[in-house]
């Protein structure tokens, strides 16, 4: 027979590895109940404990792991979009159809419009797709005057930009459409030849014989449509006429009211 101290050795060491059996199962009974989520419904793709991963990762560094975030960033915020072009090559597409019931613009037609001129964002591979930044609008109580205004004004006979004026032709009322203004060609606002003004009196105040800067504000064609109304949408469009930018347009109806 076995020493009483060894039997009572015995004893207790069945009685941890029966108490660590129980606790190891009880364990792998609630992970499975933690993993089904829903009685009777198998967990979503993907999930499982550790911070809600099962999967191995895609990277192991953190740079590369940056790396595929931006990439994944840069797909999502820059799919291109179908668009059409105007005779002289501006680009557009309807972000909203309209109803061609309720009116399409022809050359000639009067159309009642609210408008955002806005700049192109950086991840914007076609020129129209993807966020922008306004720079002046009418109708959308962003800038002065009221939300509800509209620019009222005939399409296709050199009101409006080129870009514009070629690009509006065919919208249908309650359409939203997106049309790029580019710079050169005369599409947008910019003055063809030598437009920038001497400013002298920069070489004068700074002493530099001869030296001077030019007005860059005077080479914007004021009479083209749209223009910025208040004085602070003015000064950001006088930094930017010149680049190419997005014109977002709301055909609210056709007709003088």
């Known amino acids: 027979a076995a020493p009483a101290g060894e039997a009572e050795g015995r004893g207790r060491r069945a009685a941890l590895v029966g108490c660590s059996s129980a606790l190891l199962a009880a364990a792998l009974a609630w992970g499975s109940a933690a993993r089904a989520l829903v009685k009777g419904n198998a967990p979503p793709s993907g999930y499982g404990v550790g911070k809600n991963l099962t999967e191995k990762a895609e990277c192991k560094f953190l740079a590369d792991c940056q790396e595929i975030g931006r990439k994944k960033e840069d ?103 997106r049309v790029q203004v580019r710079p050169e060609s005369g599409l947008g606002w910019d003055k063809e030849g030598n437009c920038a003004e001497e400013v002298k009196a920069v070489g004068v105040v700074g002493g530099i014989p001869g030296g001077g800067a030019q007005n860059e504000e005077t080479c914007i064609d004021a009479s083209k449509l749209p223009q910025p109304v208040d004085f602070a949408s003015r000064r950001r469009f006088s930094r930017r006429f010149d680049e190419s930018l997005i014109v977002e347009v709301e055909l609210v109806g056709i007709g003088e009211s």
Request: hydrophobic letters at 35%; proline letters at 6%.
């Open 75 to 177: 797909e999502s915020f820059t799919k291109a979009v179908k668009y059409e072009l105007t005779p002289s090559g501006a680009r557009y597409y309807d972000m909203t159809p309209g109803s061609k019931e309720a009116g399409v613009i022809q050359p000639g037609t009067v159309a009642r419009l609210k408008y955002r001129v806005m700049r192109q964002g950086k991840r914007s591979s076609d020129g129209l797709s993807g966020e922008a930044s306004p720079i002046f609008s009418l109708g959308y109580g962003e800038d002065d005057g009221p939300k509800d205004a509209v620019l009222t004004a005939p399409v296709g006979t050199g009101r409006f930009v080129k870009a514009l004026d070629e690009g509006l032709v065919g919208m249908a009322v309650g359409a939203k459409r």
